[in-house]
């Protein structure tokens, strides 16, 4: 079992950065991929990147690609989200997941077993 709680989200202007972390119960961390979506109002739930249990492949999805950066500290049990160069199509509740194993189909929610409660991001125009 593992118990994943996400931070760092608030209000922040068209332009700047924000850093989500989510932290996993758990002694096992490093041997799970972890994965960051996202969900805006009246949307589905989007793909944003995933990164590997040692942080050797990492991916993104189309929209965040150049701007976000995926990032795991396996001796903190800790995966970051570090988000620059924001939009107002980047305001959603953004999700941590945790699948153990290499997987892939790591774009597809399916592919989680463990989910946080989210955190929102708003970003002001």
């Known amino acids: 079992q593992v118990q994943l709680v996400e931070s760092g989200g608030g209000l922040v202007q068209a332009g700047g950065s924000v850093r989500l972390s989510c932290a996993a119960s758990g002694r096992t961390f490093s041997s799970y991929t972890m994965g960051w979506f996202r969900q805006a109002p009246g949307k589905e739930r989007e793909f944003v990147a995933a990164?590997?249990?040692?942080?050797?492949?990492?991916y993104y999805g189309d929209s965040v690609k150049g701007r976000f950066t995926i990032s795991r500290d396996n001796a903190k049990n800790t995966v970051y989200l570090q988000m620059n160069s924001l939009k107002p199509e980047d305001t959603a509740v953004y999700y941590c997941a945790a699948t153990y194993g290499t997987r892939a189909d790591y774009g597809l929610m399916s592919a989680y077993d463990y989910w946080g409660q989210g955190t929102q991001v708003t970003v002001s125009s």
């Open positions: 990164i590997s249990w040692n942080g050797g492949r990492i």
